[in-house]
């Protein structure tokens, strides 16, 4: 089962920082924080992963909090492409995927 | 950038038929995948696969259910005799293999639709 949890969804204006949370209070110490997305019904798309460090990449930044019990992924300019459903997911080597947060980007 | 390339991308078939869907995974990758989502519902783990052999399974993946890496380039998912519950997107995923393989992303598919008439 997937040990996350996210809000079912959120608005952002395009733009603005989409900024996502996610609780993983049972994290285990050797296991990362993933964040993907999913548009339609496309292939689930990488976004960024970290262990406790914070993380940025072209698309995207991830803050996990110094207890690694919760993340934040943090789209700096959203646009309306960013409309998607993301997942957090905390994995070793599978992922089990939870309902994740339909992100709506609103012109 | 390299891709996982799944085909079909939509299959038809009559229940009690066997399946077999196809995938290519990205050429330096040596862990695979295979996961499944019924419409509207969560992307579900299905089976990983290295060295050859299954590392694990989902409770989803009974005896209906086998893998095979037929030759150097290939993944395949077979499914025996089809039930309509079958029915789902089926999504391949792959990931390298280095030191350090745990913190290695897996890059997906953009899947199969698997329809069960």
């Known amino acids: 089962d997937a040990k996350t949890t996210q809000p079912p969804s959120m608005d952002c204006a395009e733009g603005r920082a989409a900024n996502l949370p996610c609780n993983h209070s049972?994290?285990?110490?050797?296991?990362?924080v993933y964040w993907y997305r999913q548009i339609h019904s496309q292939g689930p798309q990488y976004i960024i992963h970290g262990l406790k460090n914070n993380e940025t990449n072209e698309m995207a930044s991830l803050i996990i909090t110094e207890d690694r019990k919760s993340s934040t992924l943090i789209l700096p300019h959203a646009t309306l492409r960013d409309t998607a459903v993301y997942y957090c997911i905390v994995s070793g080597n599978q992922f089990y995927f939870g309902t994740g947060t339909s992100l709506t980007v609103i012109p | 950038e390299p891709e996982v390339t799944q085909t079909p991308s939509h299959q038809v078939t009559q229940m009690g038929q066997e399946v077999i869907l196809r995938c290519v995974p990205i050429s330096n990758h040596l862990y695979f995948y295979w996961y499944r989502q019924i419409l509207g519902q969560k992307v579900e783990f299905l089976v990983s696969f290295y060295n050859n052999e299954i590392s694990e399974k989902s409770e989803i993946f009974d005896d209906q259910f086998s893998v095979e890496r037929p030759d150097g380039s290939n993944f395949t998912l077979k499914i025996r005799s089809t039930k309509l519950e079958d029915s789902a997107m089926y999504f391949c995923a792959s990931k390298v293999s280095t030191g350090g393989f745990v913190n290695q992303p897996q890059h997906f598919g953009d899947g199969t639709r698997l329809s069960i008439l």
């Open positions: 049972t994290i285990s110490g050797n296991e990362y």
